[in-house]
Nanobody, 125 residues
Framework: QVQLVEFGGGLVRPGGSLRLSCEVSGRIFSGNFMAWFRQAPGKEREFVSGINWSGGHTFYRDSVKGRFSISRDLAKNTEYLQMNSLKPEDTGVYFC??????????????????WGQGTQVTVSS
């Protein structure tokens, strides 16, 4: 059974940076796709960024392009999300998610097989 645990959330001022980590335990296979989602109070969970098995393909929602960077270290079974130039609208609970295979709509949370418990990110002055 695959389990995901997120680290690195917190309170940061606008313009600041945070780095989230997601540690993966359990066996995953090539073809695995990892992503970050977030959910603000009263809003639906939304895709933030995703990365394929090799790390050669990365994906971002438009509002974070140029500010966020996703990466993964297969040797450490860890995924990262570097968040720079943070804005108040980035506030929310950030979830790590994984899919055994991803053939299309990576924006859809229903296409993921396992989730972390979430970590709070608050951007406020």
């Amino acid at each position: 059974q695959v389990q995901l645990v997120e680290f690195g959330g917190g309170l940061v001022r606008p313009g600041g940076s945070l780095r989230l980590s997601c540690e993966v335990s359990g066996r995953i296979f090539s073809g695995n796709f990892m992503a970050w989602f977030r959910q603000a109070p009263g809003k639906e969970r939304e895709f933030v960024s995703g990365i394929n098995w090799s790390g050669g393909h990365t994906f971002y929602r438009d509002s974070v392009k140029g500010r966020f960077s996703i990466s993964r270290d297969l040797a450490k079974n860890t995924e990262y999300l570097q968040m720079n130039s943070l804005k108040p609208e980035d506030t929310g609970v950030y979830f790590c998610a994984g899919a055994n295979n991803m053939f299309g709509d990576y924006y859809n949370p229903k296409n993921y097989d396992y989730w972390g418990q979430g970590t709070q990110v608050t951007v406020s002055s």
